[in-house]
């Protein structure tokens, strides 16, 4: 690396954040299981295989339309597990506390916690709670971590990409970042959009039967959409086609992210997932997900093509292509 001091940046999911992972960290411990840098390390235990992932939050605001920092953390490492092919069973809770911070305040973000960790069914089974000067954090910063159990038949790996292979999202793209930055921005829009922020665990057990035929799962949070289908390309002989037109997004997210002239396909998700499968698969797949109140909104947004290797390209509304490339810099900082 070229600089000798982070930058805000460095913690956007992007190039940058690519750039100090490979060449800071994973020269130093990226032995299996962290190489290859999976949401949840897969792990034999006992000869049992069991899913190990963790997260920590900084969100700024703490609370926005839709959700808080509690739920957030929550939904966080479950779905980092579920993406990884997995149910979350335990979670652990680490709080670092600001001198000054609200007491109801407080309640209020364990109360989400508590009503997230009941929905998806894991318990918080250990902790540790720190209290720092004023100023030394904000408010309240959460980190998580959780150990789940494999799901049976899902063997996920860039590695069995295919050509013709189906681009799946769950539902509206850009939403979570989008209601982060309207409330830290205070910009005066009146019902604007609210988080996506959710758990995708009931999405991935319903695509649990067709397990066999997934190839990839990864919830798109910092840097978007884009940073993840750049990420499943950037070694392959493959290349990713999509279809602008078939992509979910919220009129009010889309009306935001066109005013501050943001592209939503680099803004974070925190309920959303996508997934790429044998497209003999991909009907099916997205009828079980339109089942489910957080799939309503899914779609097929792209395949994978054999022409233009290592490149997501995009065809526009207007009948154009453009190529979809990660943000080097940071366009939302602190949004989860």
């Known amino acids: 690396m070229n600089q000798d001091k982070i930058v805000i940046a460095h913690g956007g999911g992007g190039e940058l954040s690519s750039r100090l992972i490979k060449e800071e960290i994973l020269t130093r411990f990226g032995e299996s299981p962290l190489k290859g840098l999976p949401d949840a390390a ?16 900084v969100v700024s605001p703490i609370e926005f339309p839709g959700g808080n920092i509690g739920d957030l953390a929550v939904h966080g490492t479950v779905n980092d597990i579920s993406v990884a092919g997995g149910q979350a069973k335990y979670l652990s809770l680490s709080l670092i506390l600001e001198e000054g911070l609200s007491i109801p305040l407080l309640r209020k973000v364990l109360d989400s916690i508590q009503e997230a960790a009941q929905f998806c069914n894991v318990k918080i089974v250990t902790g540790d709670t720190k209290v720092v000067g004023h100023g030394e954090c904000d408010k309240i910063y959460i980190n998580t971590a959780g150990i789940g159990e494999k799901y049976p038949n899902f063997n996920l790996s860039k590695t069995l990409l295919e050509e013709d292979d189906a681009i799946l999202v769950s539902g509206n793209i850009g939403d979570h970042g989008m209601a982060v930055l309207t409330v830290r921005e205070e910009l005066p829009i009146k019902n604007g959009t609210k988080s996506d922020s959710a758990s995708v665990h009931r999405l991935v057990k ?3 039967p067709y397990g066999e035929a997934v190839r990839f799962m990864r919830d798109p949070t910092r840097g978007g959409v884009a940073a993840v289908l750049n990420e499943i390309i950037s070694e392959s002989q493959l290349g990713i086609s999509l279809d602008e037109s078939s992509i979910p997004i919220n009129r009010k997210t889309r009306n935001v992210a066109e005013m501050l002239g943001i592209d939503l396909l680099n803004v974070a998700c925190e309920g959303r997932m996508i997934l790429i499968c044998d497209k003999k698969s991909a009907k099916s797949i997205l009828q079980a997900w339109q089942k489910l109140p957080e799939g309503k909104n899914a779609q097929i947004i792209g395949s994978l093509v054999a022409d233009s290797p290592g490149k997501v390209k995009i065809k526009t509304f207007t009948g154009g292509s453009r190529v979809v490339s990660v943000p080097r810099g940071e366009l939302l900082p602190r949004i989860c």
């Open 206 to 208: 319903a695509a649990h």
């Open 42 to 57: 897969s792990l034999t235990l006992n000869s049992s295989q069991i899913l190990f992932s963790t997260d920590s939050f």
